[in-house]
């Protein structure tokens, strides 16, 4: 399959979204696995631990049996891990698409999980300088945020250090960066409509009364939610990608093709 295109001459708002759903149609199958394996079941064993670890916690205060943190913690644990993961692999998926190839799940997986620890150290870094630029000034914190937010993609494709990750992914966005800023707030304000607009529905059906975390509707609540989740990391994991390979080939003419030929 032959997917390679012209070489862009600016950054176009329209190429990057019917390029970002581009590769999300082309490899939705690989792309909903990874989303159901590595979000929604994580988020449904959080959901689970955390439940029970409130009645646990009752029960204690109550004298009748220990409090059991270490099922929320270890759920916690998996849950950050598998988007690390999650993450690593579809940065794989979608460098492979844009070579013409199609990647397995597995194969996804084995290669991505060397970029766990980068990853976390990446995320960490990056909420640690957003909430300081954050608590000085709103617009700084954007600006930051939107400089840096290549950094995941430049770590797993360009294998570099955090350092050099993020000093690179400021020089990709550098000159683009209201441009990405505006997709960024399109992209929060379509997801937060859709929030916003589950929790009222799920509210009238009763799913936030105190009485009601017996109900059908807590549990489809409970399920739906994750699956949002899941379609929310698809959509900004493949953005990040296809705005990564536009600006490498506005500013240094490198195809995607080009890119891609890393994983060989």
Known sequence: MDISVARPQRFD???VVSGTFGLIRRNAVIFLLLGLLLTVLPTLLYTWAALHAT???????KGYAPPRWYWILSSLALNIAAY???QAAMVRVAMADLDGRRSSIGECLSGSLRFILPL????ISFWIIFSIAFLLLIVPALIFAASYSLAVPVTVIERVGVSKAFSRSAALTRGHLWSIFALFVVFFIAFYVVEIALAGLFRGFGVFHPRGINTPA?????????LIQMVSNVISQAGLVTIYNHLRAIKEGIVPQSVASVFD
Do not use: E, R, Y
């Not at 009645?55 to 205060?61: D, L």
């Not at 976390?120 to 995320?123: A, F, I």
């Not at 807590?218 to 994750?226: A, E, L, Q």
């Open 84 to 86: 690390l993961l999650q």
């Open 120 to 123: 976390l150290v990446v995320g």
């Open 13 to 15: 708002i329209g190429d």
């Open 218 to 226: 807590t549990f489809t609540f409970i399920i739906i939610s994750p």
């Open 55 to 61: 009645n646990w916690m009752t029960m204690a205060i």
